[in-house]
Nanobody
């Protein structure tokens, strides 16, 4: 069993920054992929950023040059540094871990950007 817990969400003004963290615990294999998704009200969940255990990183076009994903394999933790936040970034952010046995989701953390 793998547990995944996000933290770091909150309310921030437009132009501000937040850093999200997500840690996995339990019966852990090596995670091939760690990722962040988000879901805004009335919209489908979308991929924000991914990082692989081979060092490959990808971002959604909407967050490129503003968000940075990083991972600490020793801590089984993935981070999302979010800068220059806009109202359009308001959403529930979910982290996602993938290992040979399956995929694991956190419960989500709310990020609200105010004008």
């Amino acid at each position: 069993q793998v547990q995944v817990v996000e933290s770091g969400g909150g309310l921030v003004q437009a132009g501000g920054s937040l850093r999200l963290s997500c840690a996995a615990s339990g019966s852990i294999f090596s995670f091939s992929v760690m990722a962040w998704y988000r879901q805004a009200p009335g919209k489908q969940r979308e991929l924000v950023a991914t990082t692989t255990n081979r060092g490959r990183i990808n971002y959604a076009d909407s967050v490129k040059d503003r968000f940075t994903i990083s991972r600490d394999n020793a801590k089984n933790t993935v981070y999302l540094q979010m800068n220059s936040l806009s109202i359009e970034d308001t959403a529930v952010y979910y982290c996602n871990f993938v290992d040979p046995r399956g995929t694991y989701w956190g419960q989500g953390t709310q990020v609200t950007v105010s004008s």
